[in-house]
Structure formats: structure tokens, C-alpha cells
């Protein structure tokens, strides 16, 4: 069973920085696409950013340029750096684990494609104030 915790989050001020991390357990051996999501009270959820197990990468226009995703693979461990952060980056943040897609591809993070990733954490909220 996989299993995904999530820590990290925290209250910042406008143009502040948070590093997120996901430690993964039960998939020891395979390979998953691993991506982030978000929530904000009263939206929908939204894709951030998502890494294959080559290192490639999709991030949300929103985020480019801001949020890098990386992981290490010897810890079983997905990060999220978000630098200049906006009071619009509230949210809750979700890691999620894909394992259908096993690289990254045009739309995985969109609604549609955010229905492959069947694991998901419990979340950690990030608060950014202006």
C-alpha cells in the first residue's frame, strides 16, 4: 500500500520561501510519476508540479519560474521549493503519487489527468500573507 506524508508547510510572508516534502513507503522498486497539487477554500483543486523517474517535469503556469520540484530517490522523498511566494499560493498542498502515467505528460496536471494519481497524502497547509 503506498503511503504519502506530507510536511513542510507553514505561514510566510509575501516573497517568502517553503520547502514541502512527501515521504513515500509501499512502492519500493517501481516507478511512479509524483506530483503536487493544491486546494484553496472555495476552489478547485489545481495541479502544481510533476516529476517522472527520468527528472522530467510539468509545472502550472501559475507557478513557473517559482516552484521547482525535485526528489531524491534514495530517500523515497518528493520536494517542492517555492520561492517568491504570493498570498494567492494559499492552499492546501497535496503530494500525489501517478502510477499509470510513468512519464510526464501534455496534461498531468490537469483535471483530467490528475484522476491517474490513485495515491494521495493528507496535506499540508501553506498560508502565504501579504
Known amino acids: 500500500q503506498v503511503q504519502l506524508v506530507e510536511s513542510g508547510g507553514g505561514s510566510v510572508q509575501s516573497g517568502g520561501s517553503l520547502r514541502l516534502s512527501c515521504a513515500a513507503s509501499?512502492?519500493?522498486?517501481?516507478?511512479?510519476?509524483m506530483g503536487w497539487f493544491r486546494q484553496a477554500p472555495g476552489k478547485e483543486r489545481e495541479g502544481v508540479a510533476a516529476i517522472d523517474s527520468d527528472g522530467r517535469t510539468s509545472y502550472a503556469d501559475s507557478v513557473k519560474g517559482r516552484f521547482f520540484i525535485s526528489q531524491d530517490n534514495a530517500k523515497n522523498t518528493l520536494y517542492l521549493q517555492m520561492n517568491s511566494l504570493k498570498p494567492e499560493d494559499t492552499a492546501m498542498y497535496y503530494c500525489a503519487a501517478n502510477p499509470i502515467d510513468r512519464t510526464v505528460v501534455p496534461g498531468i496536471l490537469s483535471v483530467g489527468g490528475a484522476w491517474n494519481f490513485g495515491y494521495w497524502g493528507q496535506g499540508t497547509q501553506v498560508t502565504v500573507s501579504s
Open positions: 509501499g512502492y519500493t522498486g517501481r516507478s511512479y510519476c
